[in-house]
């Protein structure tokens, strides 16, 4: 089956918290790719497929904050995360993020 994306992921590697809001567990990676829609961060401990997230991702002086899902992709390296919820205000970060990666 061929996955089908929303939004063009970029290359990009920022420092990320991602908490888990059930269970108030959190872990602090990498972002390995981002897009308008989601980010994959790397760990070899991803949360569970549907886990419903808050991450954060601070890159350049600027900090992004999301809610999300944790998507089918969870591998041995990482986990996806769809957004689900972003303010105004971070959206904007991450256009401008994503203006330059482009």
Wanted: aromatic letters at 6%; a positive charge; charged letters at 20%.
């Amino acid at each position: 089956m061929h996955e089908r994306r929303s939004a063009t992921r970029y290359n990009f590697g920022a420092i990320a918290e991602v908490i888990d809001l059930d269970k108030r567990d959190a872990l602090v990676s990498l972002t390995r790719d981002l897009s308008l829609s989601g980010c994959f961060v790397q760990t070899t401990t991803p949360y569970p497929e549907g886990t419903t997230v808050r991450v954060r991702i601070i890159h350049s002086g600027a900090e992004f904050l999301a809610v999300g899902k944790v998507s089918a992709n969870v591998t041995a390296t990482g986990m996806g995360i769809a957004f689900t919820q972003i303010q105004s205000n971070d959206r904007a970060i991450l256009k401008r993020w994503l203006g330059n990666a482009a």
